[in-house]
């Protein structure tokens, strides 16, 4: 489903809960620099940029078919490396395996062979859910913390690509 004024920047057709691994790149609002600063060549993180390390480190602890492999906090973004498993139950979504979204007709829609997203909303364990969750906890600690009184910590989307070969993962813009 596509909203309003936003072109998809997903590939068409490619299912992002399928096993696979993703390059993502995620943005603060306005390219705010508050995940830390630079100095020497190397990244000093700020309270908000630990959170965010802790929080991307996490992301397998919630979602466990998923592994992160080597990412970098930079002031104002991240970029990392997200692996989607495949589980032994072929099921690679978190949740309940037969939990199904309703339809605007009150009736149950089977998942089976679903590719894309219902009405909008991520499907279960594909990348969007887990970056989802990502920035939702970032941004819920920095709440909690008194650390921004910004709404909106991020950029509405993420920019990803998939990493199709070895020397693509080594070589990813």
């Known amino acids: 489903?596509?909203?309003?004024?936003?072109?998809?920047?997903?590939?068409?057709?490619?299912?992002?809960?399928?096993?696979?691994?993703?390059?993502?790149?995620?943005?603060?609002?306005?390219?705010?620099?508050?995940?830390?600063?630079?100095?020497?060549?190397?990244?000093?993180?700020?309270?908000?940029?630990?959170?965010?390390d802790d929080c991307w480190r996490r992301i397998p602890d919630h979602f466990p078919s998923t592994s992160t492999g080597i990412f970098q906090i930079m002031p104002n973004h991240l970029h990392g490396i997200v692996e989607i498993k495949e589980e032994t139950n072929g099921w690679t979504g978190v949740g309940t395996r037969h939990a199904r979204p309703p339809n605007p007709f009150g009736r149950a829609v089977s998942l089976q062979g679903f590719t894309g997203e219902v009405f909008g909303k991520p499907r279960p364990g594909s990348l969007s859910t887990v970056i989802g969750s990502f920035k939702s906890a970032v941004t819920k600690q920095m709440h909690e913390r008194g650390l921004c009184r910004e709404k909106s910590l991020w950029q509405p989307r993420f920019y990803d690509h998939i990493v199709r070969s070895e020397i693509d993962y080594y070589f990813t813009p």
């Open 1 to 52: 489903m596509k909203l309003r004024g936003r072109k998809s920047v997903r590939l068409k057709g490619h299912d992002y809960s399928e096993p696979g691994s993703y390059f993502v790149t995620i943005c603060t609002a306005g390219r705010a620099c508050i995940f830390g600063v630079i100095k020497d060549g190397v990244m000093n993180l700020s309270d908000i940029g630990r959170i965010v």
